[in-house]
């Protein structure tokens, strides 16, 4: 069995790479909320939001997923003023 430390390094490695494509996935909502906007699309699309979630395989995974399309979809807003 592996010791707490070692799990809490484990952790922090993971999350690391969590933040790393979080922020990653920003900056590709971006460049969608700029496409939008001159395509004159609006921000909520709720197939493509239902497809993400779809592929999902718990509760823990679609409240997670539902807040990262929530922020997700302010920042293509942002794009809008």
Do not use: C, H, W
């Not at 996935?25 to 979630?53: C, F, M, Q, T």
Request: aromatic share 2%.
């Amino acid at each position: 069995m592996k010791s707490i430390t070692i799990l809490r390094e484990e952790i922090d490695k993971v999350d690391s790479e969590i933040l790393d494509l979080i922020r990653k996935r920003a900056e590709i909502s971006v460049a969608v909320g700029e496409a939008k906007k001159l395509s004159k699309a609006p921000v909520l699309d709720k197939n493509r939001e239902k497809e993400i979630l779809k592929k999902l395989k718990t509760p823990y995974e679609v409240r997670i997923f539902k807040k990262i399309i929530i922020e997700s979809r302010k920042l293509q807003g942002a794009q809008r003023k």
